[in-house]
Each structure stands twice: as structure tokens, then as C-alpha cells.
């Protein structure tokens, strides 16, 4: 994958780019054949719990429609948590268990950019609980039990390799 910025090739599991500096979003470019649609803010002017900026509301068109909350700072995505399920069982449908594939996501490691620490929900406000998305997809989520889930960002990207390794399908 290359830079939007600046066109430097990206090292597999780099969102910044060596060069310029540039967050890439390579979370939504490993959505494939999915498109997202209807950028706007949201009427309840949602905050991001890492950076404080205003949310914008996305639709990812991918067969069916998933609304998201999304930072265009730090690219964190907030989901309902039903929605990043069935995302990332859509993804996994087609594909088959690829064990060295697991391994390998395994092995890598998670891009820490925020300190670990619990995180307001970006709809109420309240401290969200930190848990793991499946059995060993190496992702932690931060989850409201009334809201959704958010990701920071590069770990969408992260589930979307997972499911289409199996490991969903290994759960």
C-alpha cells in the first residue's frame, strides 16, 4: 500500500508514513469492495474520547448499510455493537482458515498510540469497559453496553486481516 500523501510505500500494519508523516487510513482501504457514503457531523455533536474532535457520521456501504461515528483526526471508528459484528462476520463469510496467516497477525504487533487507559463514550460520557473483539483476534475495544464500540485507529484494519484469516470463524 502507498502514502496518499506523499506516495511512499507503507510497511504492512504502518498507517504513518515514514516519510511525511501522514496517518493514512488504511482501515477503511482494507474494507475492499465497500463504500462510504453520507460524511456528515452528527446532530448530537459526539465528541472523540482520544482526541476531542467532533465525530462525523459515515454509512459503510458493503451489501448491507453500517453506521459509523467516525474521527477524521486519529481515525478512531464508533459502531453499534451489533453493526462491528456483523461487518466483520460479512468479511469472514468467504473465506477459509488460514492458520499461518493467524500466526503471523499474532506475531505482529498492535500499533500503541494512545496510552492504555479507559475512555468516555463518545453518546454518554461514561467510562467504557476494555474487551477483547472475539477469542483471539489480539484487537481491545473500548464498549459501552448501551452504545457500541469504539476502535483506534489501525485496529479496524486489524479485524478485518483477522476475519479474513478465519480467525472468526475459529471462535
Not at 462491528?84 to 500499533?111: G, K
Request: include cysteine; charge should be positive; charged fraction near 25%.
Amino acid at each position: 500500500m502507498k502514502c496518499a500523501s506523499c506516495g511512499a510505500n507503507l510497511p504492512v500494519g504502518v498507517d504513518e508514513c515514514q516519510h511525511c508523516q501522514t496517518l493514512n487510513d488504511t482501515d477503511f482501504r482494507l474494507l475492499g469492495r465497500a463504500r462510504v457514503a453520507d460524511a456528515k457531523r452528527p446532530a448530537e455533536e459526539a465528541q472523540c474520547p482520544r482526541c476531542q474532535t467532533p465525530l462525523m457520521s459515515l454509512k459503510i456501504q458493503m451489501g448491507e448499510s453500517y453506521p459509523v461515528h467516525r474521527c477524521k483526526r486519529c481515525l478512531g471508528t464508533f459502531f453499534a455493537s451489533e453493526d462491528l459484528e456483523r461487518l466483520v462476520s460479512s468479511v469472514a463469510d468467504d473465506t477459509t482458515l488460514n492458520e499461518a496467516r493467524l500466526a503471523q497477525l499474532c506475531r505482529e504487533a498492535p500499533r500503541e498510540v494512545w496510552p492504555i487507559t479507559y475512555i468516555p463514550c463518545p453518546c454518554c460520557r461514561q467510562t467504557m469497559q476494555r474487551k477483547t473483539f472475539g477469542q483471539s483476534s489480539g484487537v481491545i475495544c473500548d464498549h459501552c453496553r448501551d452504545h457500541g464500540l469504539w476502535l483506534d485507529g489501525g485496529e479496524l484494519g486489524r479485524l478485518l486481516s483477522w476475519a479474513r484469516a478465519g480467525g472468526a470463524k475459529r471462535n
